[in-house]
Each structure stands twice: as C-alpha cells, then as structure tokens.
C-alpha cells in the first residue's frame, strides 16, 4: 500500500529535498506541498495523506497551530493524518507542544534520507518515531515551560489505570523499550505488550510519546527522575 505524504516547509529547497528522497521509494508518494499552516491545513483536507511532514517555523500559521487543527479537524473522521514535526532542535524549543497538541513524532531537518524514509513508514504504520528515551530528554529540557509542569493535572484518567498499568506507564516515561520493561517486570514482552495498549486505550492515547508527555504533566513523574 503506498504511504502518501504531505510536505509542509516555507523553505523550496528544503521540500525538493524531500521530495527527491522519497519519491525514489515505491511505496512512498509525495501528493502535495505547503509552505505555510493554512496551506497546510487546505491540502491536507483535500488530499487527505497518510503522512504530513511538518516545518514548525513558518509565517503565519506556523506548524503547532497547523498539527494542532490537522489532528482536530480529523479525528471525527475515520482518516487522520499522521504528523511528523522537522526540527532544528538546538533553536527550536516548541518541540514538546507539537507533541502534546497531537504529533507523532520529530525529526532533525539533517535526517539522513534512509532515517528519513523509515521515520514515515514507522508513523504510517501507526507507531510513534519518538524514542521514548529521546522524549525524555526532551521533556527534561522544557518541563518548567510547559503551563501545567509541576500540577497534577489528569489525576482522573489514572485512576482509570490498574498499578500495575501505572508501573509501565512510569517505565515508559523513563524511557524503556517493551523489551527492557519486560525484563524490569520479570513478564513476557508480549505481556507488556498487553499493558501498554490498556494505557493508551484508557487513557485515550495515541503512542507512547503522548503517554511520556501525560506522565510528566500528571507529576507521574518528574523532570531529572531516574
């Protein structure tokens, strides 16, 4: 099944850079480019793709405000487009309320073109390209910015969580694999397997990056917590 993609970036060069890159994949086909949010927003209404890459900085609308409404606007719908956020990282520190308004994920705008290409079939495929260990160290860097960091914020929806379900929960936001959590437990991968969807599912969450951003946001756990 070809992954369709949209490229979002006020930067030409930078979506023809893109666009070279993918369209050399056959499963991978480029249906339309914005360079600002309220294009982005028209074409992905229209095109309705599987995957929008999307610059943050852009005049405008920028790329918050665009995946903020993107995600939205979809939801009541059976297609929603899967929002990857490009990044400079160092000079842009929006990452975490792109994560929190609903992306999947981030990428570095010097991705290289193979990480690049797995990072939109991973997304595409429903999975979150965030390491959890990344969004970590994210979160750690920006918490005290966040407008609800130190609040407990969503008390109810745990509650909603068995203990054990908030076991995983607090290694996933330490920045686990299923794999490492499965060893920390002393329980099968495929059992964590189990728990982690019950926490998305209860918790109405996408991925496990927006789960990481609802622990620290929670107080589940803080900034610096080893």
């Given at each position: 099944?070809?992954?369709?993609?949209?490229?979002?970036?006020?930067?030409?060069?930078?979506?023809?850079?893109?666009?070279?890159?993918?369209?050399?994949?056959?499963?991978?086909?480029?249906?339309?480019e914005?360079?600002n949010?309220?294009?982005?927003?028209?074409?992905s209404?229209?095109?309705?793709?599987?995957?929008?890459?999307?610059?943050?900085?852009?005049p405008?609308?920028d790329?918050?405000?665009a995946?903020?409404?993107?995600?939205?606007?979809?939801?009541?719908?059976?297609?929603?487009?899967?929002?990857?956020?490009?990044?400079?990282?160092?000079?842009?520190?929006?990452?975490?309320?792109?994560?929190?308004?609903?992306?999947?994920?981030?990428?570095?705008?010097?991705?290289?073109?193979?990480?690049?290409?797995?990072?939109?079939?991973?997304?595409?495929?429903?999975?979150?390209?965030?390491?959890?260990?990344?969004?970590?160290?994210?979160?750690?860097?920006?918490?005290?910015?966040?407008?609800?960091?130190?609040?407990?914020?969503?008390?109810a929806?745990?509650?909603?969580?068995?203990?054990?379900?908030?076991?995983?929960?607090?290694?996933?936001?330490?920045?686990?694999?299923?794999?490492?959590?499965?060893?920390?437990?002393?329980?099968?991968?495929?059992?964590?397997?189990?728990?982690?969807?019950?926490?998305?599912?209860?918790?109405?969450?996408?991925?496990?990056?927006?789960?990481?951003?609802?622990?620290?946001?929670?107080?589940?756990?803080?900034?610096?917590?080893?």
């Amino acid at each position: 099944m070809t992954i369709r993609v949209l490229l979002v970036d006020d930067q030409p060069l930078l979506r023809t850079g893109f666009r070279l890159i993918l369209e050399t994949e056959s499963d991978l086909a480029v249906v339309g480019e914005a360079s600002n949010g309220a294009q982005a927003l028209d074409q992905s209404r229209a095109l309705l793709p599987d995957v929008v890459l999307m610059d943050i900085r852009m005049p405008g609308i920028d790329g918050i405000e665009a995946t903020r409404r993107i995600v939205r606007d979809a939801a009541p719908r059976a297609h929603v487009p899967r929002v990857l956020v490009l990044t400079t990282f160092d000079l842009d520190e929006y990452i975490v309320e792109a994560l929190r308004v609903g992306a999947s994920g981030f990428l570095l705008k010097d991705v290289p073109p193979d990480d690049l290409v797995q990072a939109i079939r991973v997304v595409a495929a429903g999975d979150a390209i965030v390491a959890p260990s990344v969004t970590r160290r994210l979160l750690d860097r920006f918490a005290t910015r966040l407008p609800s960091a130190g609040r407990s914020t969503t008390p109810a929806r745990l509650d909603r969580l068995t203990e054990r379900e908030l076991e995983v929960l607090r290694l996933i936001a330490k920045g686990m694999s299923n794999a490492e959590i499965a060893g920390q437990l002393v329980v099968s991968e495929t059992t964590v397997k189990t728990h982690v969807g019950n926490v998305l599912t209860k918790l109405g969450l996408r991925d496990r990056v927006q789960a990481v951003v609802l622990a620290y946001e929670s107080g589940l756990i803080t900034p610096g917590a080893t």
